[in-house]
């Protein structure tokens, strides 16, 4: 149900993400979202690819440090206010939001946010009460 | 004119001082011979006997102490008083985060603090004078030797000990501070304060006394121009007492050794040989009138050169030069010590590679100090709280380690440049020697 995350530190220099994503381009490998943290000293580059097996192998072997985490993918209406409603029903049920960003999809009329929350039990089971719909590694073509 | 708080002592004809010395080393040796089983076995391991010590010439045969030996002594295994003789500890850190602990009977605090009362009174200070220590205050030496010392000679003592510029300013204006005892880094700061500040005409300062830290002759003037004061270098070590092992005089050029306590030798680091007068070498200290911690031939590290030439100050005791390195890997910090060594520990108990290097330099007046850490998998995540909670901890430890803050900067893996396999650990961008 929940799909895979790669993170990858970046130290602060120039350059460091051109990098990441050439290798990623060498191999064939879609960058489908990404978002980035930074501090003052350094980054952190969160990604959802195509082939996270073989991104995180390519990366691995460049040297990278990584960390792979179960996310969500959650399905919104691409419409005002389709974000605010799914987030005013976490809130309403004390569900931290730890952070959060958005995937292509490519089906008319719907967006995909990516979410990374901390109590995973009663997500899955406010969103089920709910309606909500959690889309798949299959259903985004990820592998 | 030339002052003395001990002047028979101090301008002593260098004979007379060379059979003070001599009476004073044989008991001395016997003392350590007799209470410290530590130094014993060594002298035993060298077949040396305190028969074999007949006067200062016999010295070289002594085996030395170094900063490892009072690791693995620690606490008490270089100790030669009975805990009860003794009224006082002092601490410095040391190379692997086994803190250096120094004794002190009330014998060896009367003469570390005579030391710095000849100190303040060869840069005129008088009972007349408001002595401002700045120095910290606690288990490092800096603020109680000053302090002690600015009692002896009668001194109006404020111990105001470091940091809170605002503070050190007002009751300096507000006091009459006219000796400024710290380090000269911070020396030079308040002097920047002062005169940003305007306030030049309400301070007093006429002397200062800095020490604790490695400074240059360019650094002097700045002070010393800024202030329109004199600057005078005052040298030493917790394992030898504390501030006042030696002093400078009006001549301001180098430091006369408190002989009559100290006996100073140069050596080749790498052989261990003992160099003749003027050589450049490592500076070894023995303690012939300490009674708790005395310590025999210890390596301090320090890179020096001693003159006899006559002093126009009429002080007889050997001069030292300014430390011109170190024969280690030392690193002073806003007059902290800092081993590479003890980063490394650190780094390992909270299970980083020991691949980091240190960086510091000297931004206005003060030392700043950077460590970059290689990140590595097992203290990543997807989360970037996390990751800042791990540089957390390892700042916290860095500190609770080295006592004082270090900068950590996470850099990527295997990022830390290695030259011909042996890594360049220390960047010191600070012009000290």
């Known amino acids: ?143 | 004119m030339p002052n003395y708080y001990q002047p028979e002592i101090e301008t002593m004809p260098y004979e007379q001082l060379r059979e003070l010395q001599n009476e004073k080393l044989l008991k001395q040796v016997r003392h350590v011979w007799d209470n410290v089983p530590y130094y014993r076995a060594k002298m035993e391991a060298k077949g040396v006997t305190p028969e074999d010590i007949q006067s200062i010439d016999d010295l070289h045969k002594l085996p030395f102490l170094s900063k490892a030996d009072l690791r693995d002594a620690y606490p008490y295994g270089l100790l030669a008083k009975p805990l009860g003789d003794c009224v006082r500890i002092q601490s410095t850190s040391g190379t692997t985060g086994k803190r250096v602990v120094a004794f002190y009977t009330q014998h060896d605090i009367d003469l570390w603090e005579d030391c710095c009362a000849r100190a303040i009174v060869a840069a005129g200070g008088t009972n007349e004078d408001v002595v401002h220590v700045s120095y910290g205050y606690g288990l490092f030496t800096g603020g109680p030797g000053l302090n002690g010392g600015s009692h002896k000679v009668g001194c109006l003592t404020l111990p105001m000990s470091s940091g809170n510029t605002d503070r050190q300013l007002q009751f300096m204006t507000d006091l009459g501070s006219t000796i400024l005892c710290c380090t000269p880094s911070y020396a030079q700061y308040l002097a920047e304060s002062i005169y940003e500040k305007g306030i030049r005409d309400q301070i007093k300062l006429k002397a200062g006394i800095f020490g604790a830290e490695a400074w240059s002759e360019d650094m002097r003037q700045d002070i010393q121009n800024k202030l329109g004061i004199k600057a005078y270098d005052i040298y030493g070590l917790t394992e030898t007492s504390g501030p006042g092992v030696a002093f400078e005089c009006c001549e301001q050029t180098g430091m006369h050794i408190n002989e009559d306590h100290f006996i100073a030798e140069i050596i080749d680091p790498d052989t261990e040989e003992v160099l003749p007068l003027g050589s450049k070498g490592e500076l070894v200290f023995t303690a012939i009138d300490k009674e708790a911690f005395p310590l025999l031939r210890y390596r301090t590290r320090d890179i020096c050169v001693l003159s006899r030439e006559k002093c126009s100050c009429g002080r007889t005791h050997v001069k030292m030069s300014k430390p011109m390195g170190r024969s280690d890997d030392m690193l002073i910090i806003r007059g902290v010590n800092v081993f590479p060594s003890q980063i490394e520990t650190v780094l390992m108990q909270q299970g980083y590679p020991a691949n980091y290097q240190i960086i510091v330099d000297r931004v206005n007046n003060t030392d700043t100090f950077e460590i970059m850490v290689e990140m590595m998998p097992a203290m990543f995540s997807d989360s970037l709280a996390k990751i800042n909670e791990a540089e957390k901890a390892l700042v916290a430890a860095l500190k609770a380690m080295l006592g004082i803050s270090a900068k950590v900067r996470l850099v990527a893996p295997k990022s830390i440049t290695r030259s011909e396999g042996k890594a360049v650990r220390v960047i010191d961008k600070r012009k000290l020697y």
Request: charged share 20%; glycine share 8%; aromatic share 6%.
């Open chain 1, 1 to 143: 149900m929940n799909i895979l995350q790669i993170s990858v530190f970046l130290e602060n220099r120039a350059g460091q993400l051109a990098e990441i994503t050439k290798l990623l381009a060498d191999e064939g490998v879609d960058i489908r979202a990404l978002s980035i943290a930074e501090t003052a000293d350094y980054g952190l580059a969160r990604m959802i690819v195509s082939d996270a097996g073989k991104a995180s192998s390519v990366l691995l072997h460049h040297g990278d440090i990584l960390s792979m985490t179960p996310v969500y993918a959650v399905e919104v209406p691409d419409q005002p206010g389709g974000l605010a409603e799914l987030l005013k029903l976490l809130a309403d049920n004390n569900i931290d939001v730890e952070y959060m960003y958005s995937l292509f999809f490519h089906e008319k009329g719907k967006a995909c946010m990516v979410l990374r929350i901390s109590n995973e039990p009663l997500f899955l089971s406010v969103l089920g009460t709910n309606r909500v719909r959690i889309v798949g590694m299959e259903e985004l073509g990820l592998k």
